[in-house]
């Protein structure tokens, strides 16, 4: 069992920067790897980064690569995706995600509550 367990959603300004973090706990062992996925009103869940769960590998969204960053806190337990010059396309229901490592949902088995980030003009 693994819990994930959400946190820095919230509304920025467009050009803004915002920092979510997911804690994990539980049978971490098992994990190989981290995501983070967006899910927009009437779109489908979109990958937005991965990185492995010793944090030495990452793979990125081509679209947002170089204005997200996906890390990790090893001592902390936590994941974290650094957002930087937001806009208000990347308004969506943010999610973290434990299992495999890739960009396809179908490898997380764990998946956190969502949290909210909303993008202004």
């Known amino acids: 069992q693994v819990q994930l367990v959400e946190s820095g959603g919230g509304l920025v300004q467009a050009g803004g920067s915002l920092r979510l973090s997911c804690a994990v706990s539980?049978?971490?062992?098992?994990?190989?790897?981290m995501g983070w996925f967006r899910q927009a009103p009437e779109k489908e869940r979109e990958f937005v980064a991965c990185?492995?769960?010793?944090?030495?590998?990452?793979f990125y969204a081509d679209s947002l690569k170089g204005r997200f960053t996906i890390s990790r806190d090893n001592a902390k337990n936590t994941v974290y995706l650094q957002m930087n010059s937001l806009k208000p396309e990347d308004t969506a229901v943010y999610y973290c995600?434990?299992?495999?490592?890739?960009?396809?949902?179908?490898?997380?088995?764990?998946w956190g509550q969502g949290t909210q980030v909303t993008v202004s003009s």
């Open positions: 990185i492995s769960w010793s944090g030495g590998s990452t």
């Open positions: 995600a434990a299992g495999g490592y890739g960009s396809s949902p179908s490898v997380y088995a764990n």
């Open positions: 539980g049978r971490t062992y098992r994990i190989g790897g």
